[in-house]
Structure formats: C-alpha cells, structure tokens
Nanobody, 115 residues
Framework: QVQLVESGGGLVQPGGSLRLSCAGSRSIFAIYVMGWYRQAPGKERLLVAAITRDGRTNYADSVKGRFTISRDNAKNTVYLQINSLEPEDTAVYYC?????????WGQGTQVTVSS
C-alpha cells in the first residue's frame, strides 16, 4: 500500500519560511512526477509545484520565486521550501504524484501564516 507522509508545517509570521517534507515508498519515487498541492479553507485543492524524476520543475504563478520544490530519490522524499510566506499561503499542503491519485492522499501538513 502506498503511503505519503507530509511534515514540516506550522504557524509562521508573514515573511517567514518553512520547509515541508514528504516521504513515501520507493515505488512512487522511482517512477512518477511528484507534486505539492494545497487546499485553503473553503477552496479546491490545487497544484503549486511539481518536479520530474530528473529534477525539472514547474510552479503555479502565485508561488513562483517564493517556493522551491526538490527531491531526494535515494531518500524517497520530496521537499517544498517556502519563503516570503503570505497569509494567502495558509492551507493544508499535500504531496501526491502528478496527476494525483485519490488513494495516495495523505493527511497533509497545516501551514498557517498569521501575525
């Protein structure tokens, strides 16, 4: 059974930074494009960043220049470095393959940006 476990969220002030991590099984990381998604209260879940197995990345316009996705295939882990956090970044952040599979969603990690 595939399991993705997100961690690293928290409460930060505007302008702060966080590094999110997502650990999963080797079977996923060896094959798939990985993505970070987020879901703000009352809104749909959206892709914010994705990375191919060889490290090519793309980002949603709203996070370009502030978010950096990376992966360590040896550790079966994908990361999301979030800088210059804004209140609008408040959401639950999830990782999944791209396109996502319903049975791969984990619990996510809460990021709250507030002064």
């Amino acid at each position: 059974q595939v399991q993705l476990v997100e961690s690293g969220g928290g409460l930060v002030q505007p302008g702060g930074s966080l590094r999110l991590s997502c650990a999963g099984s080797r079977s996923i990381f060896a094959i798939y494009v990985m993505g970070w998604y987020r879901q703000a209260p009352g809104k749909e879940r959206l892709l914010v960043a994705a990375i191919t197995r060889d490290g090519r990345t793309n980002y949603a316009d709203s996070v370009k220049g502030r978010f950096t996705i990376s992966r360590d295939n040896a550790k079966n882990t994908v990361y999301l470095q979030i800088n210059s956090l804004e209140p609008e970044d408040t959401a639950v952040y999830y990782c999944n393959i791209r396109p996502p599979r319903d049975d791969y969603w984990g619990q996510g990690t809460q990021v709250t940006v507030s002064s």
